[in-house]
């Protein structure tokens, strides 16, 4: 049994800079090269990091999500970012149907802000955050017929979940039709700028007339949720109880978030657990593991999610898929999101994105597409998700249509160009002395840091591309232009498409 | 349980053999001839997603012997914000009466295109289709339908369980046109392909070194051989998939370049139509025509596509054609009648079979100007043999008799006039009529009865709907 105070493998620390942050770069090589720090001190360090505020320029959806891909890309604490990601998936919401640039720029800060502080905190400001509102029809959801789409979406994907880990059901749709009363009443208002509507500085706002106040519905019983689950017994909790109106939306997030599951424990803490270590350590992740993050953390008490971060990433279910290749069928290998693959790969080897008037972000050099039209065709529309249920992960990441998206980013890193337009700069992660095709084979899986995620079978193959199944001994990378261009941009593509380069 | 891809590598003896893609194309294996299952038929699914709203689709004109139309006025609203369809607007759509109290029906005067099919014969309207226990999540409700497994016992879907029985691993018998493998296709025994658009699907190489594809072509097949007999599902996956995306962008190509220099005109009446669900028909329409003229290597007969945007919890909109849903049903409809017409120019739409599903229906009593989250509603099949006509009774939507929710009530009683259609007994009868599947296989091994209570559970099938025979 390992603990905060186990020392870490370098294997291990690869493990953590992976899984926590995006690609590996030239410092987390350093890293794992030199670490002495022990789990915790190594987390500890990893997780010192202060909001940081992304700058948001021009006012289309491309040039917002642009923005963020550079942040992204520019980004000393990736753990940071990938929270954004996380918690993006988790409250997702479309610009397709919120409309307005603004109000995402604006959650996306929201989400940022609270990415490891306290969970309930968070869910609060979900409550009243503009683009949400739009999302899920708060702003639609009228006493006389109040609309359910946000009540349920809270308690399924936000909050409880339908079912708890034991397959009971955690809500009966009466505890839907009562939450959807609390949120009656609820609008935004936005702010003008040089005459313009100023999204980014939309405000909600509680309008008494429009809520839905007992005295006015009897025929709806009283404002109390779970009289049959959550533990709070036939009574079940008032969410009136100090007293109704603004504050009734709080009320509900404060019992949502005591009610327990039929083990008595905390349903919430028990599921934002297992989903974050599934998005950090492995799939289907146990449940006493799950159980032993929150206990270790308090999460159920305090809600804070940087303590659960921690727990997660000093337990030792999350170093379980931390050995190399080959795999053994008990440690589940995840699947990479197609950002991380992005913009990983591109820190990764030294690239350099840039925003270009009117083409928006490239790679520095580069003539393909746009950084967020691939990853669109790789299935993640960033700001766009497919639904309110967001994206669906490991996978079915990976179906033939973004499978092919993968091999056409990889070809377009690796695709050859002459001079001064190469995206791919050799010097910037292999050593140019180098003539053995074996090791310039090793440096360059190094560099993608998937070294240890292949076989030797794999490798052999990948070795033979190299060397033309053995015909060639050694390539002079310093000056014969066409061993550059035509094998090793290749062997950087045929290496991104390996399966090894989709798993994290 | 369907033999994982493991289990079938080393029966087969495959694994021993190994390495044959990075040879050559594995001829053998894809041209191995189909099961005598679906023969030379195509079946295609169209999933609305979002919960489509059903009285709204299938709304009862008048009363009958019964009260439909009565209750319907008393849920939908006319005026600002109602969602209720006249009379006026509904007779021109009728459709055959509701068997159990007579009532006339009609579609939505959106689903006129799909009215005229109906007026030939060709589209089955299956009323009150849903199953035991109506769950409100999207999400739920989707794997519902899509897994035929209310009670939650596997995540295969059931076509796919369908296609595990009669493919194996290289096998592509069906393709979805989109970016992911859709629920109703999910197994692990063969090869789903998702493509976007057929013309694209074109294998990425560096252009400029062309001597030096064969090279790459190679590497690339052996690394995900390799991967393929990984003990790991998830590399496994990522090997498989990897394989047949490869095969395929090797065949698939060069059916949009084929149907597009045969049928200009429908390729240009697809495009002019604009929706989405016209532009992934077409897509469909190129791997038939592919098929039907003799394309090497393509074998895809089962296809999904899905056309977004029926969660309807506000602004749905009545009759007005620039209204939300009557949009949805304009698109659906037009381009329904198109992929119709385009595969009976041809002359193969009697071997095509279209179902178009929605996760659930919606409230019967609507919000402020919308619905939420309901439960039963129609399901329409089409196609050249389908025996047209009105299938199964309407939900009972008189407000004593919704659920709590608001929202109609499952039944199986046999003497219940308004008894629903469980979706096992559809899919059951698609199995059976179109699949070619046999009955006992088909509970066996893809639709397993439920037991209980006969008026509340589905423990008595029906496999003869009579929409396809």
């Not at chain 1, 809270?154 to 880990?165: A, N, W």
């Not at chain 1, 109106?245 to 709080?250: C, P, Q, S, V």
């Not at chain 2, 197994?187 to 013309?199: M, P």
């Not at chain 2, 045969?262 to 028909?281: F, K, T």
């Given at each position: 049994?390992?603990?905060?105070?186990?020392?870490?493998?370098?294997?291990?620390?690869?493990?953590?800079?992976?899984?926590?942050?995006?690609?590996?770069?030239?410092?987390?090589?350093?890293?794992?090269?030199?670490?002495?720090?022990?789990?915790?001190?190594?987390?500890?360090?990893?997780?010192?990091?202060?909001?940081?505020?992304?700058?948001?320029?021009?006012?289309?959806?491309?040039?917002?999500?642009?923005?963020?891909?550079?942040?992204?890309w520019?980004?000393?604490?990736?753990?940071?970012?990938?929270?954004?990601?996380?918690?993006?998936?988790?409250?997702?919401?479309?610009?397709?149907?919120?409309?307005?640039?603004?109000?995402?720029?604006?959650?996306?800060?929201?989400?940022?802000?609270?990415?490891?502080?306290?969970?309930?905190?968070?869910?609060?400001?979900?409550?009243?955050?503009?683009?949400?509102?739009?999302?899920?029809?708060?702003?639609?959801?009228?006493?006389?017929?109040?609309?359910?789409?946000?009540?349920?979406?809270?308690?399924?994907?936000?909050?409880?979940?339908?079912?708890?880990?034991?397959?009971?059901?955690?809500?009966?749709?009466?505890?839907?039709?009562?939450?959807?009363?609390?949120?009656?009443?609820?609008?935004?208002?936005?702010?003008?700028?040089?005459?313009?509507?100023?999204?980014?500085?939309?405000?909600?706002?509680?309008?008494?007339?429009?809520?839905?106040?007992?005295?006015?519905?009897?025929?709806?019983?009283?404002?109390?949720?779970?009289?049959?689950?959550?533990?709070?017994?036939?009574?079940?909790?008032?969410?009136?109880?100090?007293?109704?109106?603004?504050?009734?939306?709080?009320?509900?997030?404060?019992?949502?978030?005591?009610?327990?599951?039929?083990?008595?424990?905390?349903?919430?803490?028990?599921?934002?657990?297992?989903?974050?270590?599934?998005?950090?350590?492995?799939?289907?992740?146990?449940?006493?593991?799950?159980?032993?993050?929150?206990?270790?953390?308090?999460?159920?008490?305090?809600?804070?999610?940087?303590?659960?971060?921690?727990?997660?990433?000093?337990?030792?279910?999350?170093?379980?898929?931390?050995?190399?290749?080959?795999?053994?069928?008990?440690?589940?290998?995840?699947?990479?999101?197609?950002?991380?693959?992005v913009i990983?790969t591109t820190r990764s080897l030294g690239m350099k994105l840039k925003?270009e008037?009117?083409r928006?972000l490239r790679i520095e050099g580069g003539s393909g597409l746009r950084v967020?039209?691939h990853?669109?065709?790789?299935?993640?529309?960033?700001?766009?998700?497919?639904?309110?249920?967001?994206?669906?992960?490991?996978?079915?990441?990976?179906?033939?249509?973004?499978?092919?998206?993968?091999?056409r980013f990889a070809r377009d890193l690796g695709a050859a160009r002459e001079g001064r337009q190469n995206v791919l700069v050799p010097k910037k992660f292999?050593?140019?002395?180098?003539?053995?095709?074996?090791?310039?084979?090793?440096?360059?899986?190094?560099a993608l840091?998937?070294?240890?995620?292949?076989?030797?079978?794999?490798?052999?193959?990948?070795?033979?591309?190299?060397?033309?199944?053995?015909?060639?001994?050694?390539?002079?990378?310093?000056?014969?232009?066409?061993?550059v261009a035509?094998?090793l941009h290749g062997?950087v593509a045929?290496?991104l498409?390996?399966?090894?380069?989709?798993?994290? | 349980?369907?033999?994982?891809?493991?289990?079938?590598?080393?029966?087969?003896?495959?694994?021993?053999?190994?390495?044959?893609?990075?040879?050559?194309?594995?001829?053998?294996?894809?041209?191995?001839?189909?099961?005598?299952?679906?023969?030379?038929?195509?079946?295609?699914?169209?999933?609305?997603?979002?919960?489509?709203?059903?009285?709204?689709?299938?709304?009862?004109?008048?009363?009958?012997?019964?009260?439909?139309?009565?209750?319907?006025?008393?849920?939908?609203?006319?005026?600002?914000?109602?969602?209720?369809?006249?009379?006026?607007?509904?007779?021109?759509?009728?459709?055959?009466?509701?068997?159990?109290?007579?009532?006339?029906?009609?579609?939505?005067?959106?689903?006129?295109?799909?009215?005229?099919?109906?007026?030939?014969?060709?589209?089955?309207?299956?009323?009150?289709?849903?199953?035991?226990?109506?769950?409100?999540?999207?999400?739920?409700?989707?794997?519902?339908?899509?897994?035929?497994?209310?009670?939650?016992?596997?995540?295969?879907?059931?076509?796919?369980?369908?296609?595990?029985?009669?493919?194996?691993?290289?096998?592509?018998?069906?393709?979805?046109?989109?970016?992911?493998?859709?629920?109703?296709?999910?197994?692990?025994?063969?090869?789903?392909?998702?493509?976007?658009?057929?013309?694209?699907?074109?294998?990425?190489?560096d252009?400029r070194?062309?001597?030096?594809?064969?090279?790459?072509?190679?590497?690339?097949?052996?690394?995900?051989?390799?991967?393929?007999?990984?003990?790991?599902?998830?590399?496994?996956?990522?090997?498989?998939?990897?394989?047949?995306?490869?095969?395929?962008?090797?065949?698939?190509?060069?059916?949009?370049?084929?149907?597009?220099?045969?049928?200009?005109?429908?390729?240009?009446?697809?495009?002019?139509?604009?929706?989405?669900?016209?532009?992934?028909?077409?897509?469909?329409?190129?791997?038939?025509?592919?098929?039907?003229?003799?394309?090497?290597?393509?074998?895809?007969?089962?296809?999904?596509?899905?056309?977004?945007?029926?969660?309807?919890?506000?602004?749905?909109?009545?009759?007005?054609?620039?209204?939300?849903?009557?949009?949805?049903?304009?698109?659906?409809?037009?381009?329904?009648?198109?992929?119709?017409?385009?595969?009976?120019?041809?002359?193969?739409?009697?071997?095509?079979?279209?179902?178009?599903?929605?996760?659930?229906?919606?409230?019967?009593?609507?919000?402020?100007?919308?619905?939420?989250?309901?439960?039963?509603?129609?399901?329409?099949?089409?196609?050249?043999?389908?025996?047209?006509?009105?299938?199964?009774?309407?939900?009972?939507?008189?407000?004593?008799?919704?659920?709590?929710?608001?929202?109609?009530?499952?039944?199986?009683?046999?003497?219940?006039?308004?008894?629903?259609?469980?979706?096992?007994?559809?899919?059951?009868?698609?199995?059976?009529?179109?699949?070619?599947?046999?009955?006992?296989?088909?509970?066996?091994?893809?639709?397993?009865?439920?037991?209980?209570?006969?008026?509340?559970?589905?423990?008595?099938?029906?496999?003869?709907?009579?929409?396809?025979?």
């Amino acid at each position: 049994m390992g603990d905060a105070n186990s020392a870490l493998t370098p294997a291990e620390t690869k493990h953590l800079l992976r899984r926590t942050g995006l690609g590996l770069t030239k410092r987390d090589r350093r890293t794992i090269a030199r670490n002495r720090k022990t789990r915790g001190e190594l987390v500890d360090k990893i997780l010192r990091f202060k909001p940081k505020k992304v700058r948001f320029k021009g006012d289309g959806l491309d040039d917002a999500v642009d923005a963020w891909l550079l942040h992204l890309w520019k980004t000393r604490t990736p753990l940071a970012e990938k929270l954004v990601l996380f918690w993006h998936d988790h409250f997702s919401t479309a610009f397709d149907t919120v409309g307005r640039t603004g109000l995402m720029t604006k959650q996306n800060q929201l989400l940022r802000t609270h990415a490891k502080g306290n969970f309930k905190t968070l869910v609060k400001a979900i409550n009243r955050d503009p683009a949400m509102m739009e999302f899920l029809d708060t702003v639609r959801n009228r006493r006389q017929n109040p609309n359910e789409n946000y009540a349920r979406e809270l308690c399924e994907l936000f909050t409880l979940g339908v079912q708890d880990l034991l397959g009971q059901d955690n809500y009966t749709q009466d505890d839907i039709v009562q939450i959807a009363r609390a949120f009656t009443g609820w609008r935004y208002a936005v702010p003008e700028r040089r005459d313009e509507p100023d999204y980014e500085r939309a405000e909600s706002s509680f309008d008494p007339d429009r809520h839905d106040f007992a005295e006015h519905y009897p025929e709806r019983g009283p404002k109390v949720l779970f009289t049959t689950t959550g533990g709070f017994g036939p009574g079940g909790r008032a969410f009136d109880a100090d007293g109704e109106g603004a504050a009734e939306i709080d009320a509900v997030i404060d019992i949502l978030l005591d009610h327990r599951d039929s083990t008595g424990k905390n349903t919430t803490a028990r599921r934002i657990a297992y989903r974050l270590l599934e998005f950090f350590a492995h799939p289907e992740p146990d449940l006493a593991v799950v159980d032993e993050v929150v206990a270790a953390s308090g999460f159920d008490v305090t809600w804070s999610i940087e303590a659960l971060l921690r727990a997660i990433f000093v337990h030792d279910a999350f170093y379980l898929t931390a050995s190399a290749a080959p795999f053994d069928g008990a440690a589940v290998k995840s699947v990479r999101w197609p950002a991380d693959y992005v913009i990983g790969t591109t820190r990764s080897l030294g690239m350099k994105l840039k925003i270009e008037k009117e083409r928006g972000l490239r790679i520095e050099g580069g003539s393909g597409l746009r950084v967020r039209d691939h990853l669109e065709d790789m299935g993640q529309a960033l700001m766009n998700p497919p639904s309110v249920f967001g994206w669906e992960w490991e996978t079915a990441w990976l179906s033939s249509a973004t499978l092919l998206a993968r091999y056409r980013f990889a070809r377009d890193l690796g695709a050859a160009r002459e001079g001064r337009q190469n995206v791919l700069v050799p010097k910037k992660f292999i050593n140019l002395k180098l003539t053995d095709p074996d090791a310039i084979l090793d440096a360059v899986l190094g560099a993608l840091g998937i070294e240890d995620q292949l076989t030797a079978e794999e490798r052999d193959y990948l070795l033979d591309y190299l060397t033309d199944g053995g015909a060639t001994t050694t390539l002079d990378l310093k000056n014969d232009e066409d061993a550059v261009a035509e094998k090793l941009h290749g062997l950087v593509a045929l290496a991104l498409q390996a399966p090894a380069a989709h798993l994290n | 349980m369907p033999l994982s891809r493991r289990q079938f590598l080393k029966r087969s003896g495959l694994v021993a053999a190994g390495g044959f893609l990075g040879s050559a194309l594995p001829g053998p294996w894809l041209e191995r001839a189909l099961a005598d299952t679906i023969g030379d038929r195509y079946f295609v699914v169209l999933f609305l997603d979002g919960g489509n709203d059903g009285l709204n689709t299938v709304t009862p004109i008048d009363d009958g012997g019964g009260t439909l139309r009565t209750d319907y006025e008393a849920a939908r609203g006319a005026g600002v914000g109602g969602l209720r369809l006249a009379p006026d607007d509904l007779s021109p759509q009728a459709v055959a009466a509701d068997p159990a109290t007579g009532a006339a029906l009609g579609l939505h005067p959106g689903l006129a295109d799909l009215k005229v099919l109906y007026d030939l014969g060709k589209v089955a309207v299956v009323q009150n289709c849903g199953y035991p226990r109506p769950n409100l999540s999207h999400d739920d409700s989707k794997r519902i339908w899509r897994t035929a497994a209310p009670n939650g016992s596997t995540d295969s879907g059931w076509v796919g369980r369908y296609l595990a029985a009669n493919y194996t691993g290289t096998d592509i018998p069906a393709a979805a046109i989109g970016g992911g493998v859709p629920g109703e296709f999910e197994q692990s025994t063969t090869s789903v392909l998702t493509v976007r658009r057929v013309r694209d699907f074109r294998f990425p190489y560096d252009t400029r070194y062309g001597s030096d594809i064969a090279r790459k072509r190679a590497a690339f097949a052996g690394l995900h051989d390799v991967a393929r007999l990984s003990g790991q599902p998830t590399i496994a996956h990522i090997g498989n998939g990897g394989t047949a995306t490869l095969l395929s962008t090797e065949a698939y190509p060069a059916l949009h370049d084929a149907y597009v220099a045969a049928r200009p005109s429908w390729n240009e009446a697809y495009s002019d139509n604009g929706s989405s669900v016209a532009n992934d028909l077409r897509e469909i329409a190129k791997i038939v025509y592919g098929i039907e003229t003799g394309a090497p290597s393509v074998h895809a007969r089962f296809f999904q596509i899905r056309n977004g945007g029926y969660d309807t919890h506000s602004d749905q909109g009545g009759a007005d054609p620039n209204a939300q849903h009557s949009r949805l049903h304009q698109e659906v409809a037009s381009s329904l009648k198109l992929f119709y017409d385009d595969l009976a120019d041809l002359g193969v739409e009697h071997k095509v079979c279209v179902v178009v599903w929605s996760e659930f229906s919606r409230r019967v009593p609507q919000n402020d100007n919308g619905t939420d989250h309901g439960s039963q509603g129609p399901v329409l099949v089409l196609g050249g043999t389908v025996q047209g006509g009105v299938y199964g009774t309407h939900p009972n939507i008189a407000a004593s008799a919704l659920d709590n929710s608001g929202n109609t009530r499952y039944s199986q009683a046999a003497a219940d006039p308004f008894r629903s259609t469980d979706i096992r007994d559809v899919y059951g009868t698609i199995l059976k009529h179109w699949l070619n599947m046999p009955h006992p296989q088909i509970l066996a091994s893809v639709l397993p009865l439920e037991s209980g209570d006969p008026d509340t559970r589905w423990t008595t099938e029906n496999f003869d709907l009579g929409l396809l025979t």
